[in-house]
């Protein structure tokens, strides 16, 4: 899941393939995200100027919407479902055990920079209670156990590509 | 001779391993030399049994489930690739109890066939909708919408054959279709497995709303929790284009519709239908205020059809087999069906579409099994994050919109979250009221600070401070927000609140005379 570096160039291209799209802000921070992990700094006043608006209204934009990070995110990004069927079957247990594991609490990176947690809610997989996603997977009737598994998984694909 | 395989490529299941199960289908047939056709199908939903594995003999589809990759040498060596017993072998899928005795109209080709094989739609009475419609006048066509009585799956239950015609009646150069794939309630996962498992489905409904209407341009918000529904939705809509269903002349009926598929980005909010638009504009997810309607002016200030998933993905077999056929199902002014969606701590979770008029004693116990932890089954949020919670005493109402909402409970987008008897209920409450907090887009102060106090108020009930006192403001609270939000956002959070108080005052440390 390593990401590229931001680049005024890459930025530049992202935006302009989509610029011309109707409604194209989302779109355009969708793809930016997905090529870096986050929405640097620099691709503000970029995307203002292509689409005409004001960098405060770019700025808005991003801050409303929960799925866009404004920092570098860990090489991998897990959540926990918060949300009231994964809570009917122990996804605050999960949550503590996946807390403890990590040594991380939500909205923070483990200090090796490869995970980074946070908190979802509802993720579709309801009739799956606990769920997770981890990266573009997502996992259900998860337990500390399958975690820890997961983890484990994780950690050896990133050995085997170092 | 080829062994045809159904394993399913639906996030639920392959979040249980659905996509190793495949691959060690694969590997174990290439050893023993057996040659398979491994079809990737949407969900049965019965995700009791998922990794759910079909196989196709002459008798029709033999079930095995779950199943995971270890048990496939073992299938293989039983003979399952025709259909022998095994003890992971339900029999034929279609005569399984809990699929049996379901009325599957929206839902009749999920599970069934390959998600993107316009063939295989097609030879399920895939386009038969649309090319009813296409022989039709607009104005033809929505009155069969309204005829058979469908009413908007996402929530407000607004029949959806009077908004196409406010659409139809007002005159523009152009109008949208938007398609709210937001489904952001917990407990919901029908619009998914749909997405996922009959795309075309959905954008066949879209075009039959296009033509009824006079709008070219569909949009479909999906959220961003779900990149598999948006992936296969994107395929979809290209395979779909280049077979001429979609584009300049839809089915080669002289008219344009085409569609394109957007990701939200994480805000409950943008299910809202105005919020959605604003999202869709690219703005932050801010509520509107009605009117004017999206219908008169909508997505870019033109007339828009909003509708949700199922309610699009219903009007095909509407058009195919007739607005009767369709409003025969259910009961006083709930026709048809829903996608009732079973969630939470139950043994058999899944999608149970039936005529209104179930009750969820039917579906907790004879679908659901009862619950997964072996405990009493205490209640039931339905509705999602804003509907209420129903006590056992009141499982035998018969799910309709109107029963629902005379007991001050929503029937919502048909979901259905379970709770043994270990859930306590000022918690959920107060998960309820920090869930506003979270997702309140800001606009009315009832909402915005509102929620914020109630958090606080609850805190203080169950800290047991003044407890009389609290539960007096926790209620005025409530009240002011019901009649002062602008959305359902606000004005519905109360319903899960006040029903935990007012039937579970007991874990908030109250007796039950207290409480009323
Ligand atoms: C806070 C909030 C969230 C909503 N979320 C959804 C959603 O996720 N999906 C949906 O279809 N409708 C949702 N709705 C309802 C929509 O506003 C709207 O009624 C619906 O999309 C109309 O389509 P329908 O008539 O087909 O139901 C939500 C409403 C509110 C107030
Ligand atoms: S009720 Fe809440 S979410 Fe709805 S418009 Fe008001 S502030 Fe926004
Ligand atoms: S509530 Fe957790 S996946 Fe839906």
Redesign the interface.
């Known amino acids: 899941m390593t990401k590229e570096t931001p680049s005024a160039a890459g930025l530049a291209a992202l935006i302009d393939a989509r610029r011309a799209l109707?409604?194209?802000?989302?779109?355009i921070?969708?793809a930016i995200q997905d090529a870096y992990g986050y929405v640097p700094d620099e691709a503000l006043p970029m995307i203002a100027a292509a689409?005409n608006l004001s960098r405060a209204e770019v700025q808005?934009?991003v801050s409303?919407?929960?799925?866009?990070r404004r920092t570098p995110p860990g090489r991998h990004v897990v959540q926990v479902c918060r949300?009231?069927?994964?809570?009917?079957?122990g996804a605050e247990a999960l949550e503590a055990h996946v807390k403890a594991k990590l040594g991380v609490d939500f909205h923070e990176t483990t200090a090796d920079g490869a995970v980074t947690l946070e908190p979802?809610?509802?993720?579709?997989?309801?009739?799956?209670?606990p769920?997770m996603?981890v990266d573009?997977?997502?996992?259900?009737?998860m337990n500390g156990r399958r975690f820890d598994a997961v983890l484990h998984q994780l950690q050896q694909t990133e050995g085997a590509s170092a | 001779m080829s062994v045809r395989i159904y394993v399913p490529i639906d996030?639920?299941a392959?979040?249980?391993g659905a996509e190793a199960v495949a691959r060690a289908i694969r590997h174990e047939a290439a050893v023993r030399d057996i040659v398979v056709d491994i079809v990737r199908n949407g969900s049965r939903?019965m995700?009791w049994l998922?990794p759910l594995v079909e196989v196709d003999t002459p008798q029709g589809r033999i079930a095995y489930g779950p199943v995971q990759p270890e048990d496939v040498p073992g299938l293989f060596d039983a003979g399952f690739h025709q259909g022998a017993a095994h003890s992971l072998c339900h029999g034929p899928t279609e005569q399984i109890p809990f699929l049996a005795r379901q009325e599957r109209l929206t839902f009749a080709r999920v599970g069934v066939t390959d998600p993107l094989s316009l063939d295989d739609y097609l030879a399920h009475g895939g386009f038969e909708g649309l090319q009813r419609a296409i022989a039709m006048a607009p104005a033809e066509v929505v009155k069969e919408v309204t005829d058979s009585g469908l009413r908007g799956r996402g929530g407000a239950a607004f029949p959806t054959g009077i908004k196409w015609k406010t659409v139809l009646d007002t005159p523009a150069a152009q109008k949208y279709v938007a398609c709210n794939a937001d489904?952001?309630?917990?407990?919901?996962?029908s619009?998914?497995m749909l997405m996922e498992g009959d795309p075309y489905c959905l954008l066949e409904g879209m075009a039959i709303a296009g033509l009824a209407t006079g709008a070219t341009q569909g949009y479909i918000y999906v959220?961003?929790?779900?990149?598999?529904a948006f992936r296969t939705l994107q395929a979809a809509i290209e395979r779909a284009r280049a077979g001429g269903w979609l584009g300049a002349s839809v089915a080669g009926c002289g008219r344009a519709f085409d569609i394109d598929v957007?990701?939200?980005?994480?805000?409950?909010i943008c299910g809202e239908e105005t919020s959605m638009l604003e999202?869709?504009?690219?703005?932050?997810?801010?509520v509107r205020a009605k009117p004017p309607l999206p219908a008169v002016s909508g997505l870019?200030g033109k007339p828009t059809v909003i509708n949700n998933v199922m309610s699009l993905a219903s009007v095909p077999i509407i058009l195919a087999r007739g607005a009767a056929f369709y409003r025969d199902y259910g009961l006083g002014r709930s026709r048809g069906t829903l996608p009732f969606?079973?969630?939470?701590?139950l043994r058999h979770?899944?999608?149970v579409e039936k005529a209104f008029g179930v009750t969820l004693r039917e579906l907790l116990e004879d679908y659901g099994g009862g619950s997964?932890s072996g405990k009493p089954l205490r209640t039931a949020?339905v509705g999602g994050?804003l509907g209420a919670y129903v006590p056992a005493s009141q499982f035998d109402v018969a799910l309709d919109y109107e029963q629902y909402a005379a007991m001050g409970a929503m029937v919502g987008h048909g979901?259905i979250?379970?709770?043994?008897d270990t859930?306590d209920m000022a918690k959920?409450a107060r998960?309820a009221m920090a869930?506003c907090v979270?997702?309140s887009c800001g606009k009315c102060t009832p909402c915005r600070i509102g929620s914020v106090r109630g958090v606080e108020v609850i805190d203080r009930i169950i800290a047991g401070e003044d407890r009389g006192r609290n539960i007096a403001l926790l209620n005025s609270l409530c009240d002011t927000m019901l009649s002062g939000s602008l959305c359902a956002m606000g004005g519905m959070t109360p319903y899960p609140v006040q029903s935990a108080l007012k039937h579970f005052p007991e874990d908030f440390g109250i007796d039950k005379t207290a409480a009323a």
């Open positions: 109707p409604g194209a802000t989302l779109p921070l969708h689409l808005g934009v409303f919407y929960h799925h866009f949300a009231e069927s994964c809570l009917a079957m979802v809610y509802c993720l579709g997989n309801c009739a799956c209670s769920a996603r573009d997977d997502i996992l259900g009737r | 996030s639920s392959l979040s249980l939903g995700f998922e489904e952001g309630d917990s407990g919901t996962f619009d998914r959220r961003s929790e779900y990149p598999h957007r990701l939200g980005a994480g805000a409950y999202s869709l504009e690219g703005k932050r997810g801010v870019f969606q079973l969630a939470g701590n979770t899944g999608l997964f949020q994050p979901g979250v379970a709770f043994d859930v959920m998960h869930f979270e997702e």
